[in-house]
């Protein structure tokens, strides 16, 4: 299980090695995502919060990244945190997300990117349920939900 110190360290001495790479250019990703896809895991973009019905989804399943399709949280793993975004406690598998400091808005924060392609998909935070203590805070538009 992933817990904060966890976090800490692939931010500041390396990610864990992910199973493959997929690496395409700006406009190949453009020409497979919507421009708000586009916008939010190319170019580091935030939906609004509240935008999603998959904020208040809790059915069984797999989310899988929206750019590459890589397999990254359990719906066992999501949690109602009441700030309009998806909000998973815990990833699929420890080399699933790779984790950066975002020092942007005046802000230090942990960005949590997919380590396959690179897509952003939110930040992380050390204010989640236990066991792990973790909170994915996960843009909707990042992710592509699969049943099971
Ligand atoms: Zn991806």
Not at 8 to 23: A, L, S, W, Y
Request: net charge negative; aromatic share 10%; charged share 25%.
């Amino acid at each position: 299980m992933i817990k904060w110190a966890d976090v800490i360290r692939f931010t500041n001495k390396g990610n864990p090695t992910p199973d493959k790479r997929v690496e395409k250019s700006e406009e190949e990703w453009k020409q497979i995502l919507t421009p708000e896809e586009f916008q939010v895991t190319r170019l580091k973009g935030t939906e609004r919060s509240f935008s999603s019905e998959l904020c208040s989804l809790f059915d069984p399943g797999i989310y899988a990244c929206k750019c590459c399709g890589t397999i990254l949280f359990d719906a066992n793993e999501k949690f109602e945190s009441g700030t309009g975004w998806p909000s998973f406690t815990q990833p699929l598998k420890e080399n699933a997300i790779a984790y950066h400091a975002d020092k942007s808005y005046g802000m230090i924060r942990v960005e949590v990117v997919c380590n396959t392609c690179d897509a952003h998909l939110g930040h992380v935070f050390p204010d989640g349920p236990e066991p792990s203590g973790l909170r994915y805070c996960i843009n909707a538009v990042s992710l592509n939900k699969i049943k099971e």
